[in-house]
């Protein structure tokens, strides 16, 4: 968890992969989220928004798709309550 943007950035290479780990079989906390950012198109949305999964195997999961650019690059404000669009564009220049 973070309480700001800035200190995110400051754990930016620690906390970066566990984040990413989240992005995958994550409709629980998806579905426990307000908003929901993507960072593949770095947009935000509604968790309502969500209505495409796609299934996990090895463990079984579900992964949520981006209803803007279709990418499962999706994390929720559950899991992370500073979420921003600047915070999304950090995660995609890591990421994509
Ligand atoms: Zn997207």
């Known amino acids: ?3 700001s943007a800035s200190d995110f950035s400051r754990n930016i290479s620690s906390e970066m992969q566990g984040l990413h ?3 995958i ?3 629980e906390s998806l ?3 307000n908003m929901v950012g993507c960072f ?3 947009s935000m949305f509604p968790s309502t928004a969500v209505v495409a999964w796609t299934e996990e195997f090895n463990p079984p999961g ?3 798709i981006c209803p803007i650019c279709g990418v499962d690059a999706l994390i929720g404000d559950a899991v992370v309550p500073s979420i921003s669009i600047d915070l999304l ?3 995609k220049k890591l990421w994509f």
């Open 62 to 64: 579900e992964t949520g």
């Open 89 to 91: 564009r950090q995660m």
């Open 31 to 33: 579905r426990a989220s």
């Open 40 to 42: 593949h198109c770095a």
């Open 1 to 3: 968890m973070f309480s």
């Open 25 to 27: 079989r994550n409709k």
């Open 21 to 23: 780990g989240k992005s």
